[in-house]
């Protein structure tokens, strides 16, 4: 090589750059496994320095330094390339083949044929380019060394290999996944690409079934809008080709093991998957496109947001579907879906090959919606992964009204938010189904290999607009125009099959009128519909109760005393920090009756019980081992070496499973996450704690459109219980309120607890009801922060073995109530405040009474405590929450009702303000101190 092109070589060097990671890799593959790169590269590499006993990874940026020096050095650094016949060692075609390959490997997606519409801008990619690499047609009949390209052996000829390269990577795939740093799973994914070129042998039967899909997916939208013209159905013409992957993709995973599938999608096709995929009866629907629907199913919800279960035959055997109900906030199914998925996993041992979460996402959508971020954070930890989600963008490029790319995002394709946990991410195009049917079994076989994420992006477009009562033409001109004259996916697929003499014209059109009949006929469209037997989970014995119902809550003071002595003890390896040492001395204490029961030691004596009962429990938040105000210490940390013990798991063998796990820095998403698991388990208590009880409202799309109205809407129960610390002690607005006005204002239909226990044994006795009364409903808690460590608020063993929690609590101290001049209804922290001053002032006039559940309302537990006191005609209600938040506009009917005839009822609280709290704890104590005086004041 003349010493001009030499240099023009190292100038355009991928040395450094993508063909540095080319040649890292062989020399990875090198360090493993000498033989396993071709003779030439093995002397390159056996003659770069070692480093004696050194790690791989040392090794490796000793090398990667030396090849940096090479290409600083220029042309005059002589490094003998590996050749074949035909490029010489000297004059660097070798490795500019090298680099094209990996230039393919990289960015040969953006040259890919992936826009059935043929619209997309692409750019242009020079790297692709021969000529960037130096090379050109001329060079077309040398065999150069094709290193670790999978396809066809050791070596090509450059006008194969760049023939091969356009086939595998610029088809109708795009393959991104060279943002993956594990070599083992770049080589795995590069193998079964590259070996079949991204085209593999298809049967003859495996077309026929896809056409016969694609027929099924076209068919039943025409036939709604023929049947119901202008109705709301959220078509999914355009993506047809989502009906033969979901299909596929279930059968793949049936035939690899998998025992549950779980879908989670939004409206867009939802009918279409529902009739097609799960077997919804189409009568069933076609009656409620004409408006009829069963009563019993509560308040309803709209078709297109309704969920589905039925079983699936494949060669593995039967395969249960569960396709979540959803609302119509897009993206925040995913990860309820994958709770659900958690929860079924933990049923089947945790082997993830068993139960498989798909997730069916808009292109806008898995873009701008921060929860998806989430979900992906989430996906590799402790206590939320699911082993990988088979993610699936129904790309149909617009979002509502919305495609300009400089509308939508700032990344090249909607996906890229899929490249923060290396996910591989297959871009399609969806007319072309083969493609589509090997992408979908490859992203199967990679999440079951590699347990993690996988994105297919199926690019498509939108036949009608949002919706069919909508006019695209309006916003997507263009698009629109070249829709109107696209042949549909059936049609483009059918003539395929009949060029390829698969088919003939009369098949396809007896696959159509096979298909409309069936419709005529109003039964199951799917072959592989089977009756539902391979779901586990029993609800029954959790409908039909009233709140009152009679369940076994006995539990002895030996009992609380063993459970104590197992949850305060652990081995003596664990060397505690000297503050949790103390607190766990206390405990001891408090076990041998020396000292009274505070909130820690009663919630973690709860959890032994249920857990000694065989409950199992779920426990996530922010700092849910610790507590986030350091009282609970479920989850001990050996100072000696970091390691954890957990007594809740020490308590004795075959006893139920705990789980405690502090999660990812997010509200929305683990919210949706336990709604999921609580929903898909009613045996195990689940529990999300908040941080402060303010940040829970970063998920208030799950409080609002799951938590509280699934039921109603969808006949789902869930028992998740959610802890949220609330309380005034001058931590300034973010700080003091759980914001209990927002839930008690979405109460109704018995649809969930709002409680606010007060002491030790309430929260012990709660914590036991959600589990042991036979009904599964969301118990929110306002729980306590400085209560924590209130010297009042503490229990003694016989409190905590009466095993009953209390609805309402009456007066404790010894008032005459016929003295009784003034009633003081409150809830939570106020009370000790109140007390504590009504004991300073002597007061024996002013009696005060807790509520401890708000709602339901306890109407019947009030009666009998009010009927002391039906002489009083001055009633109170207390809150430390400004006027306008807190309980008193929200129960304030339920206070009117619950007093004495005649009587009047004063607010005694903070004035109504725009923040929860002030900022200024000088401010904040007298407000306090007003309040409490108001509330004890007789005038
Ligand atoms: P799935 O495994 O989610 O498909 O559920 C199977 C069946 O169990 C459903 O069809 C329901 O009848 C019942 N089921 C599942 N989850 C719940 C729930 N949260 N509340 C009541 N019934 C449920």
Redesign the pocket.
């Known amino acids: 090589m003349q010493e001009s092109e030499m240099k023009a070589w190292w100038d355009s060097s991928h040395m450094a750059g993508a063909n540095a990671a080319y040649v890292e890799e062989l020399y990875e593959a090198y360090l493993e496994e000498p033989q396993s790169v071709s003779d030439s590269w093995r002397q390159v590499f056996d003659s770069l320095p070692k480093v004696e006993g050194a790690e791989l990874e040392k090794n490796h940026s000793v090398i990667r330094d030396q090849f940096k020096k090479l290409a600083s050095l220029g042309p005059t650094a002589r490094m003998t390339i590996p050749s074949q016949e035909g490029a010489t060692s000297s004059d660097g075609r070798q490795v500019k083949v090298l680099q094209l390959i990996n230039a393919y490997r990289f960015r040969g997606h953006q040259h890919a044929n992936l826009d059935p519409l043929g619209l997309w801008q692409q750019p242009r990619v020079r790297d692709l380019e021969l000529a960037h690499h130096n090379l050109s047609e001329d060079d077309f009949d040398i065999r150069f060394n094709t290193g670790s390209y999978a396809y066809n052996g050791e070596s090509m000829s450059l006008g194969d290999l760049f023939k091969s390269l356009n086939r595998t990577y610029c088809g109708s795939i795009g393959a991104e996944y060279m943002h993956i740093t594990d070599t083992e799973q770049k080589r795995w994914l590069q193998q079964k690409i590259e070996s079949v070129q991204a085209k593999p042998e298809i049967s003859t039967d495996k077309k026929k079934q896809i056409l016969k899909d694609l027929v099924a997916a076209d068919g039943m939208e025409k036939y709604l809008s023929s049947k119901f013209p202008g109705a709301k159905r959220f078509s999914l013409e355009g993506g047809d080709a989502l009906i033969p992957m979901l299909k596929g993709l279930i059968s793949e995973a049936g035939t690899a093991g998998a025992k ?1 599938v ?1 879908v989670g999608m939004a409206h867009r096709g939802r009918l279409n998957v529902l009739v097609n995929v799960l077997g919804k009866n189409p009568s069933v629907l076609f009656d409620e496109f004409a408006g009829k629907h069963d009563d019993s199913l509560g308040s309803g919800d709209v078709k297109y947001h309704a969920g589905y ?1 039925s079983d699936f035959a494949t060669p593995g055997g039967n395969v ?3 396709l979540a109900f959803n609302p119509s906030h897009l993206e925040i199914v995913n990860p309820v879906v994958m709770g ?1 998925v958690r929860a ?1 996993l933990v049923r089947r041992n945790n082997d993830s090959s068993k139960v498989l979460p798909i997730t069916i996402h808009g292109d806008s959508a898995i873009a701008g919606q921060g929860v998806v971020q989430e979900t992906f954070n989430m996906s590799q930890t402790r206590g939320f992964a699911v082993g990988g989600t088979v993610r699936i963008v129904i790309n149909n490029q617009v979002g509502f009204t919305t495609s300009k790319l400089e509308d939508t995002r700032s990344t090249q394709y909607c996906t890229d938010i899929a490249k923060m946990v290396q996910a591989p991410i297959f871009h399609v195009n969806s007319d072309d189904p083969e493609a589509v049917a090997f992408v979908t079994k490859l992203a199967l076989e990679y999440r079951n290999k590699f347990k993690k994420d996988v994105v297919i992006d199926l690019v498509c477009y939108r036949r009608h607009g949002h919706n069919e009562a909508d006019e695209p033409n309006a916003t997507q001109p263009l698009m629109y125009q070249k829709i109107k004259k696209h042949p549909v996916p059936r049609v483009l697929y059918a003539d395929q099959l009949i060029a390829e003499g698969v088919i003939e014209q009369r098949d396809a059109d007896k696959m159509l009128d096979d298909y409309r009949a069936a419709l005529d006929h109003g039964a199951c469209v799917v072959d592989e519909w089977r009756p ?1 037997t391979e ?1 586990s ?1 029993d ?1 029954s014995p ?2 039909g109760h009233d709140w009152d119902v009679e369940y076994d809550h006995d539990i002895s003071i030996e009992k609380l005393k063993e459970l104590g002595e197992k949850i305060s003890s652990y081995p003596e390896e664990v060397k505690l920090h000297s503050r949790v040492n103390k607190l766990y001395q206390d405990r001891k204490a408090m076990t041998a009756g020396e000292k009274r029961i505070d909130w820690g030691m009663a919630e973690n004596l709860a959890y032994a019980d249920l857990v000694d009962r065989g409950t199992s429990i779920r426990f996530t938040g922010q700092d849910s081992g610790r507590g986030t105000f350091f009282h609970r210490h479920a989850v001990l940390h050996n100072q000696s070496d970091g390691s954890t013990y957990m007594p809740l798991q020490n308590i004795r063998d075959g006893q139920g499973a705990i789980e405690i796990y502090d999660s990812v820095l997010s509200e929305e998403a683990v919210m949706a996450f336990e709604y999921g698991f609580a ?2 388990e ?1 045996s195990c208590l689940t529990i999300w704690e908040a941080q402060f009880g303010d940040f829970a409202n970063g998920a208030q799309v799950v409080f609002d459109q799951f938590l509280s109205s699934g039921e109603a809407k969808w ?4 028992g998740l219980t959610v802890l949220l610390p609330h309380g005034y002690e001058g931590q300034g607005p973010e700080h003091s309120s759980a914001r209990l006005e927002r839930f008690l204002q979405l109460c109704a239909d018995h649809n969930w607890q709002v409680c606010v226990p007060s002491t030790p044994a309430q929260v012990f006795n709660m914590l036991r009801r959600q589990m042991l009364r036979p009904m ?1 409903k969301p118990l929110i808690v306002m729980s306590p922060k400085s209560l924590l460590r209130h010297a009042q608020a503490t229990s003694t063993i016989e409190e905590l073995a009466t095993g009953v929690f209390h609805n309402v609590i009456g007066e404790i101290d010894e008032l005459e109530p016929s003295e009784v001049k003034r009633v003081v209804m409150c809830s939570g922290k106020v009370y000790y405040d109140l007390l504590d001053q009504r004991r300073k002032n002597e007061q024996t006039d002013v009696a005060i009474i807790r509520l401890e559940q708000l709602y339901p309302f306890p109407s019947e537990e009030c009666a009998k405590v009010v009927a002391n006191y039906s002489h009083v005609k001055d009633w109170v209600w207390c809150q430390e929450e400004p006027q306008n938040q807190g309980a008193w506009y929200n129960s304030q009917h339920h206070f009117w009702a619950t007093i004495p005839e005649g009587a009047k009822l004063s607010y005694a609280g903070r004035e109504a303000s725009a923040s929860p709290a002030v900022g200024y704890v000088s401010v904040h104590n007298q407000q306090q101190k007003a309040l409490v005086e108001d509330a004890l004041t007789i005038k």
Not at 715 to 718: D, E, K, S, V
């Open positions: 549950e779980v279960s249960h579907l569960a659900s079924r539902m779901h989970v609800w959790f409908i929903t898909a009613p006949g789902r129960l869930c599964r």
